[in-house]
């Protein structure tokens, strides 16, 4: 397969981060001049002093929240009020960047640095894990408890009406990728969601036809089901191996074609009642 990245090779520019840290430069500046004009009024009775330092103060302060009120515009403009909070409290704190290029890991009290060793290593700790999860659930579940589909098949005598297989209109999907998150990281094939709503004009029917092919044949396709996993640093030591947690960055097209198989599955299950109402986690 072509990659996004081979055919339009990204122009690197700098650009500047967009929450500036608001005690600037003038402010310290500022701040040391305030504390030279106090203990000048501390050893001085001049009156003239003691005013102009009480003006010096209110004007110093009115700068000061004039620049922290930069902060709250940006998190009432911002569409994730949470996300936004809190990067703006990690860079006030100055929380130190773990997301490095390279990682490097330490194993019997020696350090790896190969970048296919350590690939390798994170591939059978994070499939550990899941063997271990699979592992202990099989040995905790109870054996008299009923199988999930036993239960749905006794709760419901008469069988349900097969689920609407009706055709995606190139409206529905260009409204799903519109409902997409604007960003500029994307899977294995190098193209973003960014991307993708830019090239909506020009490869919605072919879009549109793949995805009725899927619906009509009832077939996931192999090729977004890959993803790339990620092992993302948590906190701790960063060559301790336990202190990372894995991400996976899917294809744009596959959360396109997710989100439309679950509009129908969920069309399916809010007609036909299969869910009752105190089961509404995950739900609108």
Not at 2 to 22: A, C, E, L, N
Not at 124 to 140: T, W
Not at 163 to 175: D, F, N, V
Request: proline share 4%; net charge positive.
């Amino acid at each position: 397969m072509i990659r996004y990245d081979s055919s339009f090779p990204k122009k690197v520019t700098k650009t500047q981060h967009i929450y500036k840290h608001w005690i600037k430069t003038g402010i310290k500046i500022s701040c040391k001049r305030k504390r030279e004009l106090l203990l000048l009024c501390r050893h001085s009775n001049d009156p003239n002093l003691k005013t102009y330092y009480k003006r010096y103060c209110k004007l110093l302060s009115n700068v000061i929240i004039s620049e922290k009120e930069h902060y709250y515009r940006i998190i009432l403009k911002s569409k994730n009020k949470i996300i936004t909070t809190w990067k703006i409290i990690n860079h006030e704190n100055r929380k130190p960047n773990h997301c490095k290029n390279t990682i490097s890991l330490r194993s019997d009290n020696k350090e790896i640095t190969n970048d296919n060793t350590v690939a390798s290593i994170f591939n059978s700790y994070f499939l550990s894990i899941a063997e271990s999860l699979n592992l202990g659930y099989n040995k905790h579940t109870n054996i008299k408890e009923p199988n999930p589909i036993s239960y749905l098949i006794n709760s419901f005598h008469q069988p349900f009406p097969k689920m609407s297989q009706h055709y995606a209109s190139t409206y529905e999907i260009e409204k799903i990728i519109k409902s997409l998150k604007s960003k500029n990281t994307g899977g294995y094939d190098e193209i973003s969601t960014r991307i993708l709503k830019l090239s909506v004009p020009y490869i919605i029917s072919a879009l549109t036809y793949i995805c009725n092919a899927i619906l009509n044949m009832g077939v996931f396709p192999d090729w977004v089901k890959h993803a790339i996993i990620k092992p993302i640093f948590k906190k701790g030591d960063d060559q301790d191996i336990t202190n990372y947690k894995p991400i996976s960055l899917l294809t744009s097209f596959s959360k396109v074609i997710e989100k439309l198989i679950y509009a129908r599955i969920l069309d399916c299950i809010t007609t036909n009642s299969i869910l009752v109402n105190e089961k509404y986690g995950f739900r609108t």
